[in-house]
């Protein structure tokens, strides 16, 4: 059975740093492309940040690149997101989520984490 | 504001069948990119609702189906029911932006009366 088990959120001032974690099990953690999408109060869905199986290939959407940094150990089968000069409007619900598919526009999220709250506030 | 869009909200009684629209453009449904489509309940994490355009994973009922035609795909869902109550999200892969290219619709509020 998949299952992303998620640690890290809490309460940061502006400017400040937080670390997210998701735990992978059921599948080999390795071969599959992984992603952070947050919720924040009153949006929708965003896409954060994704890594590809070996962790060379990286994106991030605009609103965070250059803050927020992703990686992941694959000897732990874990999944990171490192947040530094966080923002009031970082504050939101944060996913991890496993990536399924064949090629780039085929890619869904099948599974996902519990959710991490993360607020931003001084 | 995201490049796939959905109305804000949808209602309907129990047991009638609604749709939520999806509309894109050139770069990402209109490129051949698949529609997939996500039910996001309070306090819960997202769930995928239907994968490539028109699969449904294990377990979801086939009171949910997906469609696709040039740049805009719809979600159907048939026999409405209660707990059918939730956020709905199309998400495609768009070819055209800087940052991530997978992208969400902004969410369709579903309210069952």
């Known amino acids: 059975e998949v299952q992303l088990l998620q640690s890290g959120g809490d309460l940061a001032q502006p400017g400040g740093s937080l670390r997210l974690s998701c735990a992978a099990s059921?599948?080999?953690?390795?071969?599959?492309?992984m992603t952070w999408v947050r919720r924040a109060p009153g949006k929708g869905l965003e896409c954060v940040s994704s890594?590809?199986?070996?962790?060379?290939?990286?994106f991030y959407a605009d609103s965070v690149k250059g803050r927020f940094t992703i990686s992941r150990d694959n000897s732990k089968n874990t999944l990171y997101l490192r947040m530094d000069s966080l923002r009031v409007e970082d504050a939101a619900i944060y996913y991890c989520?496993?990536?399924?598919?064949?090629?780039?526009?085929?890619?869904?999220?099948?599974?996902w984490g519990q959710g991490s709250l993360v607020t931003v506030s001084s | 504001q995201s490049v796939l869009a959905q109305p804000p909200s949808v209602s309907g009684a129990p047991g009638q069948r609604i749709t939520i629209s999806c509309t894109g453009s050139?770069?990402?449904?209109?490129?051949?990119?698949?529609i997939h489509w996500y039910q996001h309940l309070p306090q819960t994490a997202p769930k995928l609702l239907i994968y490539?355009?028109?699969n449904r994973p294990s377990g979801v009922p086939d009171r949910f189906s997906g469609s696709k035609s040039g740049t805009s795909a719809s979600l159907a869902i048939t026999g409405l029911q209660a707990d059918d109550e939730a956020d709905y999200y199309c998400?495609?892969?768009?070819?055209?932006?800087?940052?991530?290219?997978?992208?969400f619709g902004g969410g369709t509020k579903l309210t069952v009366l």
């Open positions: 989520a496993k990536l399924q598919g064949a090629t780039y526009p085929t890619y869904h999220f099948d599974y």
């Open positions: 059921g599948f080999t953690f390795s071969d599959f492309a």
């Open positions: 890594i590809n199986g070996p962790g060379d290939t990286i």
């Open positions: 050139t770069s990402n449904i209109g490129a051949g990119s698949d």
């Open positions: 490539g355009n028109n």
């Open positions: 998400q495609s892969y768009d070819n055209g932006l800087s940052g991530s290219p997978w992208v």
